[in-house]
Structure formats: C-alpha cells, structure tokens
C-alpha cells in the first residue's frame, strides 16, 4: 500500500447483503471502489454484534484491493492477531477500548497489518498527538458507533481540521466513518479527510444483481469530495 491523499472511497460492507457478502466485495470493487471497510463491533464496546476474524477470511479471496477492518470491540488485543491471519490490511482499534493505546498499535503493527487508531464524537485528539508516530491512520468516527445509516454529527468537521494541522506531512491518512453523502463528503475532504467510509450511500438502490447504482453513488461521493479539494482535472 503505498501512501496518497488521494480521495479513496471505501464502502462499509455493514449495508451489503449479509448472505453475498463474497459478491458485494466483488461488485463494490468493479464498480470503483478503493477500499473495503470491515465493521467489527462486539456488542459491548457498541450495542451491535456483527462480524469476527472468520467472516474476514471467508471474504479476503473476494477482496483485491484493501480490507480495512474497523474493531469496534473491546478487550481489543486479545483479537489483533486473529484478524491480522484472516487477512486485515489495516486493523483499527478505538483510542476509548483500553487503557494501552500504544501496546494495542504496537501489537498491530508486530501483526504485519497497517494500524489505524479511531476517535469516538466526544473524544478529543490531544491523546493522538503523542500516537501519531505509530498510526498509519486516523478514522475520525462522525456518528456514534454502533449502527450504520446515522445522521452526520458536523461538529467533528472542526476536529478534522485541527487533526490534519497536527499531522503535518506525517504519511497519516484521515478516515471519516458515519453519515458520509455526497453532501457531507465535501465537507470533511476540505479539513483534510481523505478515506471515506460510505454504507449506505454506496448500497442504496443497487443490488449484486444490479450494481450500477453502487458505481453512481461511489462516483457521486468521490466528485463531490474532489470539488472540495481541487483534485479534480
């Protein structure tokens, strides 16, 4: 994976069909799609209970570009290992799941997988300046975690921005997770952002049989969000 700002749109698999899911991955990635985003929550870190380490693996053959797994779990380290073997190429962990943040990014990145540390709304990010060093990504949640199709919290756009000040020319990517449209995407791509995470706004209206509307939404998303930034031709 070699490092860009280039805007890269990555669909959360937590609004595709949960019986296709090797099929999605397939048709997200045919139809434009950068990155595959894996929604891990364990019911207790978040009230909602979704996926582990063997659903990873079943769907890692179906996924050629990037895996990004998003832990929402907690104990947290207990499990990096796990989804490092399933096939994660970035396992993030939340800054609220432990009392170890820096032992948790140091276990992930001893798995061989990129480590990405995620904020909750009410978290701020003077904890992430002394992690900075060990991150290859920071996933600024802009909803609560726990359930997709939630509406945008705008006050985070702020903290993107003071995010992006402190990164510096650090090779850090900034990944916006919750509520993210054609409308909100321009928003946080301007503070910095550069990964979006998209459920719905993706798998509305398209199916695997008919994915041509996951191809309009993902295209929709990423030009709103490359207005914003002028990286369009």
């Known amino acids: 994976m070699s490092f860009d700002r280039s805007i890269k749109i990555a669909p959360s698999i937590l609004s595709a069909d949960f019986a296709d899911f090797g099929r999605e991955c397939a048709a997200i990635e045919a ?12 019911g207790h870190f978040v009230p909602n209970l979704t996926f582990g380490p063997p659903l990873v693996k079943a769907i890692r053959p179906h996924v050629k570009t990037v895996m990004d797994v998003h832990l929402m779990i907690a104990p947290v380290d207990p499990y990096i290992a796990a989804f490092a073997e399933a096939g994660a190429d970035i396992i993030t962990a939340h800054l609220e799941s432990g009392a170890h943040t820096h032992r948790t990014l140091q276990a992930i ?13 009410g978290t701020g990010i003077e904890d992430v300046d002394y992690l900075l060093d060990m991150v290859d990504l920071v996933c600024v949640m802009t909803v609560n975690p726990g359930f997709g199709g939630q509406k945008f919290i705008h006050s985070q756009i702020d903290k993107v921005k003071r995010l992006r000040a402190m990164i510096g020319d650090r090779p850090v990517h900034i990944e916006i997770d919750g509520g993210v449209t054609p ?3 321009p928003l946080v791509a ?18 695997v049989a008919d994915p041509a509307p996951y191809g309009e939404n993902i295209r929709a998303i990423r030009a709103a969000a490359e207005a914003a930034t002028g990286q369009m031709a």
């Open 31 to 42: 139809q434009g799609c950068d990155w595959v985003h894996v929604d891990v929550m364990d």
């Open 109 to 121: 990145r001893a798995s061989g997988a990129k480590a990405g540390l995620a904020i909750n709304p």
């Open 183 to 185: 409308e909100t995407a």
């Open 190 to 207: 301007a503070a910095g952002a550069d990964v979006l995470v998209a459920g719905s706004a993706v798998f509305r209206g398209g199916s």
